[in-house]
């Protein structure tokens, strides 16, 4: 049994630095608890890529600081039950957890049931997506594909194939459309 428990957790450890992704959990980064939650599917088709428009941070106390600043908007202005996004990914290059694996967000409407919401905090019509956050994104996307949270053939969309907006930004909005998994 103990030996059992000793490779899940080394499986476990393997993945996590195949995929090179550490996400910073909602009570590391001092997020408030959702005041409810829906079960988003697994293996879902479809990948949503967004950005906060808000403020862009470099460090870690800078990001902590927006995620709190948007989860506060999200529920106590918008309603939400939570921060809308799955994850975020900040200007530092680290993954935060905002809804998390298997809770449905509330990113893009329609879409929400049938994808997983990835935002970037800033605003990146004039902020510049950095070699780092690409990483950390394309390691979540991995992620949830090992997880079977999305299946292996998603397509990945901006946000304003979805919706009606500019979002996820054009500097965003360029880099993407040459991922593998985007779709026209």
């Given amino acids: 049994m103990a030996s059992k428990a000793l490779i899940v957790l080394a499986v476990l450890l ?74 975020l990914i900040g200007g530092d290059g680290n993954v935060y957890e905002g809804r998390g694996w298997n809770v449905m967000g509330a990113h893009a409407t329609n879409w929400n049931s049938k994808s997983i919401g990835i935002s970037f905090l800033g605003n990146y019509n004039s ?24 299946i292996s053939g998603y397509t990945l969309y901006g946000h304003r194939q979805v919706g009606s907006t500019e979002c996820p930004g054009t500097n965003i909005w360029n880099e993407i459309r040459t991922w593998s998994n985007w779709k026209a």
């Fill in 127 to 150: 902020d510049k997506i950095t070699s780092a956050q690409i990483t950390a994104a394309k390691g979540l996307l991995s992620d949830a594909v090992a997880r079977g949270q999305i």
């Fill in 14 to 87: 393997c993945a996590q630095a195949v995929f090179g992704v550490t996400i910073i959990t909602k009570s590391q980064w001092g997020g408030r608890s959702a005041t409810s939650k829906s079960t988003l599917a697994s293996s879902l088709s479809y990948a949503v890529i967004h950005h906060t428009a808000g403020n862009y941070c470099t460090t870690r106390s800078a990001c902590e600081t927006q995620l709190r600043n948007i989860q506060s908007y999200h529920m106590d202005s918008l309603g939400w039950a939570d921060i809308g996004y799955n994850f």
